[in-house]
Structure formats: C-alpha cells, structure tokens
C-alpha cells in the first residue's frame, strides 16, 4: 500500500468511528509497522487534518471560519480559565502590559488582580469595559476600526498607536497553532496588531489551549521562536511538548 492509500484509509476509518486513532489498531489493520504509522501521522498532523497524542491522533476538529468571540468563550472554559490563570502569574504587579483581543486575553484581563498597578494597553472592547473601571489599572484603548465579530480594534489607527510605545509584556492568543506554521490567525488586520504588540514588549507570551495546537488559521501572524514563553494546558500530547521544548521559547503547562 502506497503512504497516499495509507493517509485516505487513515481518515477514513478515523471518520467512520469516533475520530481517535490508534497506532496500534493501525499497524495491525494497516499491516505496517508503528514506525511507518506514526510517519504518516505526522505529515496528516502537518495537512493539518489530524492531532497527535500519546499513542495515537484524532481528527482535527472543524469550526467556522472565524466564531464569535461570544461563541469563543462557550467552548474549553475549563482550560481556557486554568491557562489564564498560569499566564497572570508570570505578569508583574506593576508595569505595561499589551493584551491582545480575544477570548483568552479576556479571560486573563478578569483574573487581574485588583492589587495590581498596571497600565493595560489593548485593542480590545470587552477588556477595556472590564477593566476600565478599576481604580489601580490605567486602560489605554487602542483606537481603529472595529471589527464585529471579534469586538476588537484594527487597521492603519491600531498599528500607528502602537509604534513608539514600549511594553514590559505582551500577551497573545491565536486561532490556531502549529510547530511550522506558527501562531496563525484569521485576517491579516488582525495578524498586524499582533506583529506589531510583539515588536514593543520586551516579554512575549502566547497564550492558547492546548486545542488550539495541530490546526491552522488564514494567516500567520508570528513563528512560535518569536515567543519567550508559550502558555497552554496539560492536554497537549506528549510528542508536541518535546518539540516545542526544542523549539526555543519556554513551556508552560496549566494544570486543569
């Protein structure tokens, strides 16, 4: 059987049961050996079709192009809430710090402490009206265009305001993340706000489920050596950890 025969009958029994997928039950159904299985699984995960995990993959898992950031927010809290609450701690009591928009950086904007004296830099509305009442936290909103879907601002404004300034950290999130394709996300307005937080901090975290890893958005907004630090839950299969431990920037994984 030829690796193209092997990748269709691969996904197609992986469609035909319940999305997990097993080296073992492959090799023997396949008749090749582990080896050969867990090569073919790794260029699915590259294609983007597949995740890996300890001894096996699922099928990577569809949404629409771009969710609301409403609809964000409904899915992984678990997860979503134990990163946030790792990515507060590596920030300081005092300081800048550049949050990006999205449900990650919203939640992370929630479980600020109230002790901190931070000026929050961000293009994102729902944090501004969250924070924006906190008597210790000075809130600069990024003026542009806003964009419905995700409440956040973008564009020539957004990227301009940015330039100048300088950030102690930056905090990113991502639709999507891969060991090649880097931190991607769904529209190049939103790719440019992104590239230009991380070219004013001085620290750089991204901070994403570990769900997002192994799929890919429109647009690349940075490679994953631009990070010091990756942010992300204890899902993560253990083939994706060893590689990111090469990869540069340091792992951190939240207990959930």
Same mark, same amino acid.
């Given at each position: 059987?030829?690796?193209?025969?092997?990748?269709?009958?691969?996904?197609?029994?992986?469609?035909?049961?319940?999305?997990?997928? !097993?080296?073992?039950?492959?090799? !023997?159904?396949?008749?090749?050996?582990?080896?050969?299985?867990?090569?073919?699984?790794?260029?699915?995960?590259?294609?983007?079709?597949?995740?890996?995990?300890?001894?096996?993959?699922?099928?990577?898992?569809?949404?629409?192009?771009?969710? !609301?950031?409403?609809?964000?927010?409904?899915?992984?809290?678990?997860?979503?809430?134990?990163?946030?609450?790792?990515?507060?701690?590596?920030?300081?009591?005092?300081?800048?710090?550049?949050?990006?928009?999205?449900?990650?950086?919203?939640?992370?904007?929630?479980?600020?402490?109230?002790?901190?004296?931070?000026?929050?830099?961000?293009?994102?509305?729902?944090?501004?009206?969250?924070?924006?009442?906190?008597?210790?936290?000075?809130?600069?909103?990024?003026?542009?265009?806003?964009?419905?879907?995700?409440?956040?601002?973008?564009?020539?404004?957004?990227?301009?305001?940015?330039?100048?300034?300088?950030?102690?950290?930056?905090?990113?999130?991502?639709?999507?993340?891969?060991?090649?394709?880097?931190?991607?996300?769904?529209?190049?307005?939103?790719?440019?706000?992104?590239?230009?937080?991380?070219?004013?901090?001085?620290?750089?975290?991204?901070?994403?489920?570990?769900?997002?890893?192994?799929?890919?958005?429109?647009?690349?907004?940075?490679?994953?050596?631009?990070?010091?630090?990756?942010?992300?839950?204890?899902?993560?299969?253990?083939?994706?950890?060893?590689?990111?431990?090469? !990869?540069?920037?340091?792992?951190?994984?939240?207990?959930?």
């Amino acid at each position: 059987m030829y690796p193209a025969e092997r990748h269709a009958a691969i996904l197609a029994g992986a469609r035909d049961g319940d999305g997990a997928l !097993s080296v073992a039950e492959l090799s !023997s159904r396949l008749g090749v050996t582990p080896e050969t299985i867990r090569r073919d699984l790794a260029v699915l995960e590259r294609q983007g079709l597949i995740r890996r995990h300890h001894g096996g993959a699922v099928l990577a898992r569809r949404s629409a192009f771009e969710p !609301s950031l409403q609809r964000r927010r409904e899915g992984e809290r678990i997860e979503r809430a134990a990163v946030a609450r790792l990515v507060v701690e590596q920030l300081p009591e005092e300081g800048v710090v550049l949050l990006d928009s999205g449900a990650m950086t919203l939640e992370v904007a929630a479980l600020l402490p109230h002790t901190n004296r931070l000026l929050v830099v961000t293009n994102s509305l729902p944090i501004v009206a969250l924070l924006g009442g906190r008597p210790r936290l000075t809130v600069l909103a990024l003026p542009g265009r806003v964009r419905a879907v995700t409440q956040a601002t973008v564009g020539a404004w957004t990227v301009e305001r940015l330039s100048g300034l300088h950030a102690d950290v930056a905090v990113l999130g991502a639709n999507g993340v891969g060991l090649t394709s880097g931190a991607t996300t769904t529209l190049p307005e939103e790719a440019e706000v992104k590239r230009a937080m991380l070219g004013i901090a001085r620290r750089r975290i991204l901070a994403v489920t570990a769900a997002k890893f192994g799929t890919t958005s429109f647009h690349r907004a940075a490679g994953l050596d631009e990070f010091d630090q990756i942010v992300t839950d204890d899902g993560l299969d253990p083939d994706t950890v060893d590689a990111l431990a090469e !990869s540069g920037p340091e792992l951190l994984l939240a207990t959930t």
